[in-house]
């Protein structure tokens, strides 16, 4: 298959050849092989000192941390049951070990007091695929963010796109349809969201910002999303698409008409009203009760 990015396709296009129920996206990773041949991963105890915390990580745009109730409970698992699920490692140099996977289960096996953690390690694999291995484990978790979802696959599609190929990207997305289920369509929404300023990616995890609404606002450039800022209350899916417009015309400086329109008076019939309340006398005197109620 011809090496495309994905970039040069439309939505349309990548649904219908690549509509996804994502699970372990690692399949095409590095993973055991049959017949024979060196399988491209060791298991074995390592050491706390010698592993170190992802070095891809996006300074200021990681993964939110574990809650510090659930991190608790997981603390005591360890301590009484040990690591039961090994954590994902790939070998650098002078004996070190990086943890692609498993983060939180490293942090609580030093506060429970181990010496080693169980760990599968991964041999001779790129950044890019590094850093698809540290992505994808992550957004499996089943508690995420919308900032999280938003930062996650951006680097994803990002490290995806590096390898140049369509067809990478269709193998790195393989089925596994219990842990999630995303199509190429919402992860490439997500992936538009990151250029949303962090109030707004905040403002959705805090529910005063609808995911609708937040899309929109991504087509901004980030000096009108700060100009828009002070409209948070306001904002929802069809002012942001108002904005968008005003941002196409090169009009975005009359941002206030679309926050600041008069209100509509409501419309009274007061004839008709007076049907229904006062009895027949009263309406033959319609006039002079009015007169008498504008002169009060």
Do not use: C
């Not at 706390?48 to 745009?61: D, I, N, R, S, Y």
């Not at 608790?72 to 140099?93: C, D, N, P, Y």
């Amino acid at each position: 298959m011809a090496k495309m990015k994905i970039q040069e396709h439309t939505d349309d296009e990548l649904e219908e050849e690549l509509t996804v129920d994502l699970n372990a996206a690692a399949a095409k990773m590095p993973s055991n092989l049959s017949s024979g041949r060196q399988a491209l991963y060791d298991y074995m105890e390592i050491p706390l000192e010698q592993l170190v915390p992802f070095t891809g990580k996006a300074q200021g745009k990681d993964f939110s941390k574990m809650p510090q109730q659930k991190f608790a409970a997981l603390v005591k698992s360890v301590s009484e049951h040990g690591v039961l699920e090994a954590i994902s490692v790939r070998m650098l140099e002078f004996n070190k070990y990086e943890i692609l996977s498993g983060e939180h289960r490293f942090n609580a096996a030093k506060q429970a007091g181990l010496k080693t953690i169980p760990a599968k390690i991964y041999k001779d694999i790129s950044d890019e695929k590094a850093n698809i291995i540290f992505t994808v484990t992550n957004l499996m978790r089943r508690e995420m963010t919308f900032s999280d979802k938003v930062n996650g696959w951006h680097r994803f599609l990002e490290n995806t796109n590096r390898q140049g190929s369509r067809s990478d990207l269709k193998d790195t997305l393989e089925s596994e349809k219990e842990s999630l289920n995303i199509s190429i369509r919402q992860i490439q929404r997500y992936a538009r969201m990151y250029n949303l300023i962090d109030e707004y990616k905040q403002a959705v995890d805090e529910g005063k910002l609808t995911q609708t609404a937040a899309y929109q606002l991504s087509f901004l450039s980030s000096d009108e999303q700060n100009k828009a800022l002070e409209y948070l209350p306001k904002l929802n899916e069809k002012t942001a698409t108002e904005l968008v417009k005003l941002s196409k015309e090169n009009s975005f400086n009359n941002i206030n008409t679309i926050f600041e329109k008069p209100q509509k008076q409501s419309k009274i019939s007061i004839k008709k009203y007076a049907k229904q309340v006062l009895n027949s006398e009263s309406l033959a005197s319609l006039d002079d009760i009015l007169k008498e109620a504008l002169d009060m």
